[in-house]
């Protein structure tokens, strides 16, 4: 059962999820502008014949992040979750970004 305002006097919980909802917000919008920039790099790629999938270029993504969210106190597998999910997506669009 969800605890809601009977046991929360002092709002926290409510002020914390908003603080939550807010960095949620900007953490999908951030997200989408990152998409959008492959969706360009795509439409270059399908203009010049180079295949969606870079691995070299994803493994040092990958590592620039895994550095990145030990600074964040981050796990790497979670690191790497994430940026495998963000990975997919980008291939996915820029498989779309042909069709362009
Ligand atoms: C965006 C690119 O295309 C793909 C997507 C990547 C990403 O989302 O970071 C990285 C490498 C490629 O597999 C690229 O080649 O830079």
């Known amino acids: 059962q969800d605890v809601r305002a009977d ?3 002092g709002n926290f ?4 999820r908003m603080q939550i909802d807010s960095v949620d917000h ?7 502008r990152r998409e959008d920039i492959v969706r360009a790099i795509g439409r270059y790629k399908a203009e ?3 295949a969606p999938l870079q691995k070299a270029r994803f493994n040092e ?5 895994i550095a ?18 963000i990975h997919e997506e980008s291939l996915r669009i820029e498989r779309d970004s042909t069709a362009y």
């Open 7 to 9: 046991k929360d006097n």
């Open 26 to 32: 900007a953490l999908i919008q951030l997200i989408g």
């Open 48 to 50: 010049k014949h180079i």
């Open 68 to 85: 990145e969210g030990k600074k964040a106190g981050l796990s790497p597998e979670f690191i790497k979750t994430l940026m495998n999910a």
């Open 61 to 65: 993504v990958l590592e620039q992040s």
């Open 13 to 16: 919980l409510e002020s914390s």
